[in-house]
């Protein structure tokens, strides 16, 4: 059974940093990239960031580039999505997903198993 399992997020002051990790299993870790998408109350899902381990490929959002930064552990077979500087207009679900196909892409269409979500809250 594939599993996406999110943990990390919580509520943190305008400035701030929070790290975020999905654990996955269930599917062979470098044969999936793995991707970070989130979605604020009333908003679109938005795509975040992707990586994919085999290749060592780190994509990012505009909205989020310099100041998150992705990485990943095949040991663990998780990936994490370190965010500094945090601005209210990150409060989102944050939610990771893996895509056999896609490399570079932050579409949320691309990506077959999702996790549940973790809510980050960013106060001003």
């Known amino acids: 059974e594939v599993q996406l399992v999110e943990s990390g997020g919580g509520l943190v002051q305008a400035g701030g940093s929070l790290r975020l990790s999905c654990r996955t299993s269930?599917?062979?870790?470098?044969?999936?990239?793995i991707g970070w998408f989130r979605q604020a109350p009333g908003k679109a899902r938005e795509g975040v960031s992707a990586?994919?381990?085999?290749?060592?490929?780190?994509y990012y959002a505009d909205s989020v580039r310099g100041r998150f930064t992705i990485s990943s552990d095949a040991a663990k077979n998780t990936v994490y999505l370190q965010m500094k500087n945090l601005k209210p207009e990150d409060t989102a679900v944050y939610y990771c997903?893996?895509?056999?196909?896609?490399?570079?892409?932050?579409?949320?269409?691309?990506?077959?198993?999702w996790g549940q979500g973790t809510q980050v809250t960013v106060s001003s």
């Open positions: 997903a893996a895509s056999r196909l896609f490399t570079n892409s932050l579409l949320d269409f691309d990506y077959e198993y």
């Open positions: 269930g599917f062979i870790f470098d044969d999936y990239a």
């Open positions: 990586i994919r381990d085999s290749e060592k490929a780190t």
